[in-house]
């Protein structure tokens, strides 16, 4: 009777941890974050942007000569078409407008990723070239949300939270009709690949492919390669790519 009332007790306890656990492990999941952050955008978009002025579009891919190019947010408006790239991160945030990869510290743990900049700079020109505009009316803007602090001094375009709005707000110069407005909307509309599940994976899977062919990057923490030789052993005079930060990080790949 009592391993009974035992057993009885884990299942009863186990309808209460296992809804938990479940909700833990989706809260903490990269997807999670980052529809929180789509949400942030989207919300502080609608609330404190004119819509008659400004106009949202969200999870724009568009299909390339070499792939795919998926864009999180395009607001288009008099004042320009801004591209914008939304990054959820926490931790101590270190960027360099020049370098290829900025750095996340969370206490002990240090961690690298490209720079969002650059990264833009590929949707922006994918724009440009799809829809013909001149490139002065295209804006680059970073969006970093999540419990993150820059840890060196960011460009007015790389922003934290609601930080964008007041940078999309700061453009005052009209460089597009409403007619142009309407035209560029409307050929954005048009070239986008239908949103969803099928649009995410086929853009996933042009990515992967698109990567294994070009990237020269360390496997390990994303940081540029150069060309080394082996000195000794076996397979002297052989070369391979290997990170710039060795021996701190000892990433390579093969040639």
């Known amino acids: 009777m009592i391993v009974e009332s035992v057993f ?31 949400f942030v955008i989207n919300v ?13 579009m969200k999870d724009v891919t568009l299909t390339l000569e070499d792939g795919t190019t998926q864009i999180d947010h395009i607001i288009v408006s008099r004042f320009g078409v801004f591209v ?26 240090t961690n690298t990723f490209q720079n969002p900049l650059h990264q833009n700079c590929k949707h922006l020109k994918a724009l440009e070239t799809l829809l013909g505009i001149d490139p002065s009316k295209l804006f680059s803007v970073v969006v970093f949300i999540g419990d993150s602090t820059f840890k060196t001094k960011m460009p007015e375009n790389v922003t934290e939270g609601g930080g964008y709005i007041r940078y999309i707000k ?69 070369q391979f790519r290997g990170c710039i930060n060795f021996p701190k990080c000892r990433g390579t790949l093969a040639i």
């Open 8 to 38: 009885t007790g884990l299942l009863s306890s186990a309808k209460y941890f296992l809804p938990v656990l479940v909700l833990t492990l989706i809260i903490r999941s990269a997807w999670f974050k980052g529809v929180i952050g789509e």
């Open 44 to 56: 502080s978009a609608k609330l404190m942007l004119d819509r008659n002025v400004y106009h949202l």
């Open 84 to 109: 914008v790239e939304t990054k959820n991160m926490r931790g101590w945030i270190f960027g360099d407008v020049n370098k290829k990869v900025w750095t996340q510290k969370i206490y002990r743990h």
């Open 170 to 238: 700061s453009k005052k110069e009209v460089v597009l009709s409403e007619a142009e407005v309407s035209d560029v909307t409307n050929r954005i509309q048009q070239l986008r690949l239908t949103p969803g599940i099928k649009t995410n994976l086929h853009h996933v899977a042009s990515l992967n492919q698109r990567k294994a062919q070009t990237t020269t990057n360390c496997p390990r923490c994303g940081a540029e390669t150069i060309v080394r030789q082996i000195k000794s052993g076996e397979r002297a005079g052989r």
